[in-house]
């Protein structure tokens, strides 16, 4: 297909700057895509008065990949592993999402051991997330050490992940209709430790930054939102959770059996760049809450579903049932089938609402995908959020909103 | 009553005709309507304070070609009152799509509509900026469609190497 050359005019510039940037009394400048602190492949264009931002263009779709026009083209068990190169930081997450969408289009049910260990994993991955978030949010604003120590921590969880799945990342653990295997007998006695240990280690970052005033100078009071304008721009999550927002949606839509577990929505009051690191914080300690629970409750039997027509057989049936064989051959060349019929399904990823709408069309292959994503919505509320601030606090505000771009950009 | 049952009844008191459809699945409602009838329904779902469908958790397109109505925009709306969501899909048809746009109701809209004009090729009258945003600007196509091919690369045996040469597309000067 032939590509055209062309150029961005002017005129197309007008609707997106002011009309003082093309009169020259304002200055634009580009920010990225290849910049530490845009957390990956975000392009700014920043149109600015001195030192102060008067606008900000995201541009997006650096990392976009096509995730959901290849899904359309492979069975419903083959599309989950592209669900893990959407937020790498999220994996389990989006596995779940995924699955849930599947397990809710065609009617499938899962056990209680894998859904207890489903939970576990998701909310070891939202720790493991904001480790993340904590080192680099804290590395752009030049405090280099906390990087460090977060990377460490979260190698515990990773190492966890290796340990189930064989992968550190690109999981794919979480399969409709329960787990890939089983958790190895090594897994109870590793979370517990990494439960254990985990909170002196918060209570340390914590003293690094949540007092310290050069930390609360350049955070306090920086991109203060208010409720209405967090729901009003799509915001969920612990930005919006920040601004006061009490909507989780463990809480408010379950899955997994979250209902049955004790934990708090932690809330702030502001909804400022501070306010969105302590949510952050406390969301860790209240992750681990539900850890310590799960892992007490963790039952025995299977870990996924028996229904033969979704699920492939275990290996040691294949020796001595046909109808296992016959199951094994139908699932791993063509598929399953799913209803014509569309399902909407939201998790609570650890940057909000991540949602999987998912049709079918009677064939095993899924006939539309779309995932609504957290970061899509939070780098659409960053002009909002930045407008009026400096440059050196839109870095702060950036690495506030966490955005992961392959889940933007998908 | 619940506040889906409310929702839909409301709907039809004030549209009557004009919702095509109503689909129940999984326990999830979604309401088929005219483009024209989108404001008015969105409006009443948003405003009514005993419904309060106040955030746009997700704007989507779906591609039936080559059926006609070709495209279906499907909006997600969020009751955080009572933690309840409902769909709205919109039949679009596929001679130059177009549909209005939802931005003077929800402002996070823009950005979904961009996606949907980028990757299916609908337009969203009204809408304040309707430029692509994940393909490249000078990008001819739209990606999504079911009469878009994926692309692959056939495979090349010694027999058929040399003509598979030919008509693939190298880099040229």
Known sequence: MAIEERQLTLDELRGLVSERAIEGDTVLLNMGPQHPSTHGVLRLLLELDGEVAVNVVPDIGFLHTGIEKNMEAKSYEKSLVMTDRMDYLNNLGNNL???????????????????????????????????????????????????????????????????CSGARMMTSFIRPGGLWRDVPPEFEGAVRDFVSYLPDRIQQYESLLSKNPLYIDRTRGISAITAEQALEWGLSGPVARAAGVNWDLRKSNPYSGYERYEFDVPLGTHGDVYDRYIVRIEEMRQSLRIIEQAIDRLPEGPFRSDNRKFVPPPRSELGHSMEAVIHHFKLWTEGFPAPKNSVFVTVESPRGELGCFLEGDGGPKPYRVHFRTPSFAALQALPMMSRGFLVADLVAIISSLDPILGDADR | MGVIETAVDNLRERLGERILELREFRGQTTLVLPGEALHEACGLLRDDPELAFGYLAALTAVDYWPDEPRFHVVYQLYSHKHAAFIGLRVPVGGDEPSTPSLEPLFVNANWYEREIFDLFGIRFEGSSDLRRILMPIDWVGHPLRKDYPLGYEEVQFTFNFDEINRRKPYAKE
């Open chain 1, 97 to 163: 999402c995924y699955c849930l969408a599947v397990e809710k289009l065609v009617d499938l049910d899962v056990p209680e051991r894998a859904q207890v260990v489903r939970v576990i994993l998701a909310e070891l991955q939202r720790i493991s997330s904001h480790l993340i978030f904590l080192g680099t949010h804290a590395l752009d604003l030049a405090a280099a050490s906390l990087f460090l120590y977060c990377f460490r921590e979260r190698e515990h969880v990773l190492d966890i992940f290796e340990m």
